[in-house]
């Protein structure tokens, strides 16, 4: 067998290159955005709901995407239903902050000594599994009839989903970022708000909006059995007073006006807050 | 000329699940103002562990650990450790941020000086163009520049440096050390290096502690010019020297 031959070559100069680097065409730039084909989603998910309504043909089962949105705009107009989601938001703020308050306080001794740890597994394993709504009828017992007992259920929802998740987060903080914490002479409560949260963000982001999404969900059931608070119930009791007049546009209206909310906390406020925070820090994709 | 760094007779354990381990056994050592003191030797010889203790996150349960004659009992800034991990770095925090984040927190400067001082020693490192990049965005080697130019701005006493280069690759770490060379030219800082690489130990350090493994104690305490220099009692050169000494049993075996 002969010796394979080496060879030298001369590099091509830069000019020579035809290209290396070429824009995308409008349509991918278009695309490459999040919120355009989230939209398209929609858009076709409206499509399918409009075609299928018309097919089915029963109003009283099944209105279609106009007779919805004809009634969520009359709701808007008359039917007050702007106020019922404003009051119904009302409520969640209050349960979210409280629960979050408590969350911060649980975890704040779970990760300050042992046994608030064991004290924080413990609670979580117990009650994370409760569903909240479960816990209603004890509330209207200790509560009355009224928004104490909501915010009561509505602490319990969140509560627990973000205590476990900022734990969590807290306790896969890198063993080299809590060195170079205490490293700067930082510790007590410098470190955890200048280390262990931003460190840990990512987790604590997804358990506030586990806790939000449990929240609003809560809420909605709770209303559904009980709204009737201080004169005006908020959305839940909106989509249950509908169902019993028999207008089932309306209801379907509340429950889009559930849905709004939902998508656009979670795309205008959670997104923002992700964009700023882990997207920019690279800690997630 | 007295010792900036002392460690007298100090012994080293940690636990692990089911066992206790002895990492060293009596160490002694001095590390001199403006000394490059390397801890050399194979895994498992302690001089992580070594180093650790002398950053204050170990306590010895024999023997003392003295910095400017005040014994180490907890980590502070005035011992600033550059790790092997990529993640030493705030990510959150920009490269600039990161620099200036030690000296207000750590050393308390005021913003102004501490922005000062950090573009200083970004500079020093030629990471000027970068000082406004996030971490994630920026390569293994320029990382672990951010995190030596971190340090040295702190102006420690003693800089504390864990294999700093380990994680990087051979043309890169070649560089690094090029780099951390001609920064101690510059300023001459002290610092304690921990290496396994033989070579390494012997063109950064000025000084170099060899240790054997299982528990980590004092083998030897070699000058090096960061030639390679030959022993002209033995004709061997440092690195072979080296060589011999740390992996002397096994030689023995081969040659039978």
């Known amino acids: 067998m002969t010796e394979r031959p080496e060879f030298v070559r001369e590099l091509a100069t830069d000019n020579a290159f035809g290209v290396v680097q070429k824009p995308l065409t409008t349509f991918e730039r278009i695309w490459n955005q999040g919120y355009v084909r989230k939209a398209a989603i929609l858009v076709v998910l409206a499509l399918v709901w409009e075609l299928y309504a018309r097919w089915v043909n029963n109003e009283l089962v099944f209105p279609t995407f106009l007779a919805t949105v004809d009634a969520f705009w009359d709701g808007i107009r008359t039917g007050g239903i702007l106020q019922r989601a404003g009051h119904s938001i009302r409520i969640l703020l209050q349960g979210y902050a409280i629960g979050l308050l408590i969350a911060a306080i649980f975890t704040g001794l779970a990760i300050s000594t042992r046994f608030g740890q064991d004290l924080l597994e413990t609670l979580t394993s117990m009650f994370n599994p409760l569903p909240a709504i479960a816990l209603l009828p004890l509330a209207l017992i200790w509560f009355g009839l009224g928004t104490g007992s909501l915010i009561f259920v509505l602490v319990h929802s969140v509560l627990w989903a973000v205590a476990l998740n900022t734990h969590s987060g807290f306790k896969s903080v890198s063993n080299t970022l809590r060195m170079v914490g205490k490293n700067y002479g930082l510790s007590g409560l410098g470190y955890v708000t200048k280390i262990l949260i931003p460190a840990a963000f990512p987790s604590i982001l997804t358990g506030l909006k586990i806790g939000w999404a449990f929240a609003w969900r809560t809420l909605i059931a709770a209303e559904l059995v009980f709204g009737v608070s201080s004169g005006s119930g908020g959305l839940g009791w909106f989509i249950f007073e509908k169902k019993n007049q028999l207008e089932i546009p309306s209801v379907f209206a509340g429950l889009f006006c559930v849905i709004i909310i939902g998508l656009l906390v979670e795309n205008l406020i959670f997104r923002t807050i992700e964009a700023r925070t882990v997207r920019r820090w690279g800690m997630q994709t | ?256």
């Open chain 2, 1 to 256: 000329m007295t010792a900036l760094l002392d460690v007298r007779g100090v012994t080293l354990q940690y636990k692990t699940r089911d066992h206790l381990v002895t990492a060293t056994y009596r160490v002694d050592f001095e590390v001199l103002q403006s000394d490059r003191f390397v801890l050399l030797g194979p895994s498992g010889c302690g001089k992580s562990t070594l180093l650790k203790a002398v950053g204050g996150y170990m306590t010895p349960v024999e023997g003392t650990i003295t910095l400017k004659g005040r014994e180490v009992t907890k980590p502070g800034p005035d011992r600033m450790m550059v790790f092997q991990e990529f993640d030493q770095l705030l990510p959150w925090k920009t490269v600039k941020q990161n620099v200036m984040f030690a000296l207000t927190s750590g050393a308390r400067m005021s913003t102004r000086a501490a922005e000062e001082k950090a573009l200083h020693y970004i500079d020093k490192v030629n990471l000027t163009k970068f000082a406004d990049s996030y971490p994630h965005m920026l390569s293994g080697g320029m990382k672990a520049r951010v995190a030596i130019a971190r340090g040295m701005a702190m102006e420690p006493d003693i800089l504390l440096m864990d294999e700093p280069f380990a994680a990087l690759d051979a043309l890169t770490r070649r560089k690094m050390q090029d780099e951390l060379l001609q920064l101690w030219d510059d300023t001459k800082f002290t610092v304690l290096f921990v290496t396994h690489s033989i070579p390494e130990a012997v063109k950064i350090g000025s000084r170099i502690l060899l240790l054997s493994p299982h528990p980590g104690q004092v083998k030897a305490e070699l000058n090096s010019n960061g030639q390679d220099k030959i022993d002209s009692a033995t004709g061997m050169a440092l690195t072979e020297k080296i060589q011999r000494m740390l992996f002397a049993d096994e030689v023995e075996q081969v040659h039978d």
